[in-house]
């Protein structure tokens, strides 16, 4: 049975680059901050109908291109069930290693969000690089400055419920 911890510690994550293998063993405060915000973004999506399924930390490779990584959280959206790619990956960076843009480049993903001492920085794919983007673009109309002020709150489903109020009573206010 896989309980998703070795020797009392996380499963490492893997990112490979052109021959550079990164292991990583995610801490605590790595994978709340990681699962609250993709809470947080697929309460968004359940509030504004956007059709959205999570892949978690699907490995994402081309032996081809020589790399490969697995996400903290990954999404498709729409409706394709056997998508090649996500079209939304977040990360959540603590420290250097290996740039996860330089990997997901090749891989083709559309959006990349980086968590990074409580901000986020988005990038989007275009003509084969990353550019820094202002506001999301596979998730129009996200607030995301609105969503980060829902990071903090605990239990989780709290944060939840309070940001789905918050997100109504824009819609309907």
């Known amino acids: 049975m896989t309980t998703g911890w070795v020797d009392g510690g996380s499963v490492p ?12 063993s995610p801490s605590l405060s790595h994978e709340v901050i990681k699962s609250m915000l993709g809470r947080l973004v ?6 504004r109908g956007v059709d959205i399924t999570p892949y978690g930390s699907w490995t994402h490779e081309s032996k081809e291109a020589a790399r490969g990584a697995e996400p903290d959280e990954c999404y498709v959206l729409g409706d394709d069930p056997a998508p090649l790619r996500c079209d939304l990956a977040i990360e959540v960076w603590s420290h250097g290693g290996i740039d996860k843009l330089q990997i997901y480049q090749k ?11 409580g901000s986020i920085s988005l ?4 003509d084969q690089r990353y550019e820094a983007l202002a506001a999301s673009e596979v998730l129009p109309g996200i607030d995301l400055p609105q969503l980060l002020g829902f990071m903090n709150v605990r239990p989780m489903t709290r944060a939840v419920r309070e940001y789905r109020a918050a997100l109504a009573r824009n819609t309907n206010g």
Request: some cysteine.
């Open 13 to 24: 994550r893997v990112a490979y680059l052109e021959g550079v293998l990164e292991l990583r």
């Open 42 to 47: 697929e309460a968004w999506c359940l509030e």
């Open 107 to 117: 891989l083709g993903v559309r959006e990349v969000w980086v968590w990074k001492a």
């Open 123 to 126: 990038y989007r794919l275009r």
